[in-house]
């Protein structure tokens, strides 16, 4: 049969529907420049000569490490926004009602390094009353000492200067740096949860956000889901500033232009912002800094209810001698020839040598080099007073500008720190259930969180996966609005989208809106899938909270990651969702005290474990909570301790008596699904068999590990984890705390012990396959105990 190509078809131009967002392209606007104005544009030319060259100095100091060529091209872009845009307080980094720059764009840290010194030594230069008293409040040419160099740093200079050790990513040991960003896409969601959390707090006064990325920052998936976020909660106070040089580390084309397809994304950044309904306005010459003012403050103006895109087109890596990718991680070699070179304009410009390498060897000569070459960058700004005088006034003016405005939050804001007041053994009634019904743990956590809403004018912001009835969380929102939050429209729900089906983006927005610390954000999901899409976020939170613990002893803001429908249970959805891998992902694989897992099996634990962990206060909460309804039972005719006895990590379900001759051992339960399985089936008839055993449950390892060494002795002695054996409904890696001998791991009984996935089916089906239903759990302990009793009897001293 013959082949014959398609004739084309009739074809229509597709157009966009209407959007509340409009474009701009800021040659249309573009007025005379006034006197003042190109003032100011003079001085700002030559503060990003200075700038540019501190970048390559930096570069050559490390050596061979960081990003010149993005900190380089945003450079301008920045500057502006420091001494003309933005309304902050530099003797405040924290100063509430200041706008924030957040660099979403974490691999231009270089950059932001090299602003925040000049800008620093300006201050200092123009009026030393402006900077903050404490140096740790400040980010001084001594720190640029300390660029990618470890606190351990051991050469006398970094030392004489109590130089900070600067991460080759910010993080918020640098003032006016609000959280961790670097790792591909985050920085935007969580840059994004920063404006979610003021507008949320301030309301219509809220402070301005102005984000800073590039377009390769913006083609991870998880940003697009945050710009649909912003869009749709209509986050005016959001203005993204987007680098669009065209080079990511491996393409000089990154995006589709002037008709020539992109070697990553066929839109533009232009195109992009204005599908999510964001407005967008178009500074062609993105090094010119009349269009750049004039589109900043155009952007400031607040265009309507839609989040702003100030796209500016330049070149990686201008003028640093390597242009496009080939400036991303790499710049010129150390002391080199055409490091000198790329030195030479501003030496002939401001009539200083830079001091030259010639005979150093060791690390501290290197380092007096390294500094040397700073002090010239100071002698220029002291030659340069009129410079000075210019840009230092304006930091003057920024700060009045923040005095004086309205920083009051609005009616009915959410009250955070009384979240922190609540206490694991004063339980509302409103929270629990009573024995002999029915409840499930997702809903008993949403009841809890919609409980401390109540008490906190909505403290904690929640959002979910499209599965907010699924999971429970829209509990949360019970005695608020309904539908979904929206700055403009329904600025009091507590319920937040992030795009829709979006793990990823939820997980970086709520770390932000917790970051900015008048909210607690919550996102829920599948523990399948938002334990591994939002581990990154949650650890990038995590190392954020500890950098500003550091910086300013404040304690952690709690993010909580809600692990939803978690283990074999959920076992209608087969093996793809019913995950017991997820536990090992957050427990223990934190610093200590910088994440928790609760794994409580009765819902009415619920509100004692989560309310030690946020009297912790640590950087990530993450609740284990499983989708069936369970039976809740009489605990005091069990013989089980009090709901209360969960916050400490771990309790006794039973005690062995030591001093019996006949003596079984210990056995060691975590998660909900195999511990409910055993107290209906399993508890009672090793009663009735009169087995002499040590039972215990871990409702959270961390919450045990934050004990005193001797209060965790007395709950669970160390030697009893040489002998025990396990029931877990996760992965054994997440026993090996609890069960530490070869025979006790032996005998463990977990979901992949027959080593392999299991299958869909009733929970209880899928139980019975992994052998955790009731007769195979008391199968496990029988065999156990047999042992164990024989193993007392042959070795008596086994038991003490």
Not at 273 to 293: A, C, D, L, R, T
Not at 381 to 397: A, M, W
Not at 414 to 426: Q, S
Not at 431 to 456: D, E, F, S, W
Request: charged share 20%.
């Amino acid at each position: 049969m013959a082949s014959h190509r398609m004739k084309s078809p009739p074809t229509r131009e597709f157009r966009l529907d209407k959007r509340r967002s409009i474009y701009v392209d800021i040659r249309d606007l573009m007025s005379s420049t006034s006197n003042a104005d190109s003032s100011l544009v003079s001085y700002l030319d030559d503060f990003d000569l200075i700038y540019r060259t501190l970048c390559g100095i930096l570069y050559n100091f490390v050596p061979t490490s960081g990003h010149p060529g993005g900190s380089i091209s945003s450079g301008r872009i920045v500057a502006s926004l420091l001494f003309n845009t933005m309304s902050y307080d530099i003797s405040n980094p924290d100063a509430p009602s200041a706008d924030i720059i957040s660099y979403a764009a974490g691999h231009k840290a270089m950059g932001l390094y090299a602003m925040w010194a000049l800008r620093n030594e300006i201050a200092k230069q123009y009026d030393e009353s402006l900077l903050p008293k404490n140096i740790n409040d400040q980010l001084r040419l001594e720190d640029l000492l300390g660029f990618r160099r470890n606190p351990t740093q051991h050469t006398p200079l970094f030392k004489e200067y109590k130089a900070k050790p600067l991460d080759g990513h910010p993080c918020p040991i640098v003032p006016f740096v609000k959280l961790s960003t670097g790792a591909s896409g985050v920085g935007v969601g969580s840059s994004f949860g920063l404006g979610v959390g003021a507008r949320d707090y301030y309301g219509e006064t809220a402070p301005l956000l102005h984000v800073i990325e590039g377009e390769a920052g913006i083609t991870p998936g998880r940003t697009h889901e945050a710009m649909a976020m912003a869009a749709t909660a209509q986050l005016n106070n959001i203005i993204m500033h987007l680098d669009w040089n065209q080079s990511s580390i491996d393409s000089d084309r990154v995006c589709r232009e002037k008709g020539e397809p992109g070697e990553y994304v066929q839109w533009n950044p232009l195109e992009y912002g204005y599908f999510h309904e964001w407005n967008v306005i178009y500074v062609p010459e993105g090094f010119n800094f009349s269009q750049i003012i004039q589109a900043q403050e155009l952007a400031s103006s607040k265009l309507n209810d839609q989040p702003t895109l100030v796209v500016y087109r330049t070149v990686k890596g201008w003028q640093y001698g390597i242009e496009g990718k080939a400036s991303h991680g790499a710049g010129h070699k150390y002391c080199s020839e055409e490091y000198y070179d790329y030195l030479k304009p501003c030496e002939e410009r401001f009539g200083v040598t830079f001091p030259r390498l010639e005979n150093q060897k060791t690390d501290e000569e290197h380092e007096k080099l390294f500094f040397d070459t700073l002090l010239a960058i100071r002698e220029i700004l002291e030659r340069k007073k009129d410079l000075v005088t210019e840009l230092g006034s304006r930091l003057k003016e920024a700060k009045e500008r923040t005095a004086s405005r309205e920083a009051a939050p609005r009616a009915n804001a959410p009250e955070v720190n009384k979240v922190y007041t609540f206490t694991p053994d004063n339980i509302p009634q409103e929270v629990l259930t009573a024995p002999g019904q029915t409840n499930t743990l997702r809903g008993a956590l949403g009841n809890v969180i919609g409980y401390m809403n109540q008490k906190t004018n909505g403290a904690l912001l929640v959002c979910a996966a499209d599965l907010y009835g699924s999971t429970s969380i829209k509990a949360a929102n019970k005695g608020f609005p309904d539908g979904f939050w929206n700055a403009v429209s329904n600025p009091e729900c507590r319920v937040l989208t992030v795009g829709g089906i979006t793990e990823d983006a939820m997980g970086c927005v709520m770390s932000g809106v917790s970051a900015f610390g008048r909210n607690i954000g919550v996102s829920s999901s599948y523990g399948a899938f938002i334990a591994a899409l939002e581990h990154i976020p949650a650890r990038l939170h995590a190392i954020g909270q500890q950098a500003k613990h550091d910086r300013t002893g404040e304690p952690y803001n709690p993010f909580i990651v809600v692990c939803a429908h978690a283990g074999i249970k959920t076992g209608e959805d087969g093996p793809t969702h019913a995950d017991p891998q997820p536990l090992q992902l957050f427990q223990e694989n934190f610093p200590k005290g910088s994440a928790i897992t609760l794994t409580p099996w009765d819902p009415n634990e619920m509100w004692s474990v989560l309310t030690a962990a946020l009297a912790r206060r640590p950087a990530v909460i993450a609740p284990f909570v499983t989708r069936p309804k369970e039976k809740i039972f009489d605990r005091a005719s069990l013989g089980i301790p009090p709901v209360e006895e969960a916050a400490k990590g771990i309790y006794a379900v039973r005690k062995a008596d030591m001093s019996s001759s006949q003596y079984n051992g210990t056995v060691i339960i975590q998660g909900s699904g195999v511990m409910n399985t055993f107290v209906d089936g399993v508890l009672e008839e090793l009663d009735r068999k009169g087995y002499n055993l040590n039972i215990y449950y871990i409702t959270s390892c961390e919450l045990f590990d934050l004990l005193p060494q001797e209060e965790q002795e007395a709950i669970l002695p160390m030697r009893l984890t040489y002998e025990a054996m396990g029931i877990t409904g996760f992965t054994l890696p997440t026993m090996y705390r609890w069960i530490r001998s070869e025979e006790g791991r032996k005998r463990t009984v977990f979901p992949f012990k027959e080593g392999r996935f299991l299958g869909s089916g009733k929970a209880h089906k899928v139980m019975e396959e992994a052998r955790l239903h009731p007769e195979g759990q008391l199968k496990a302990i029988e065999g156990y105990a047999h042992f164990m009793e024989e193993e007392s009897k042959e070795h008596p001293k086994l038991c003490l």
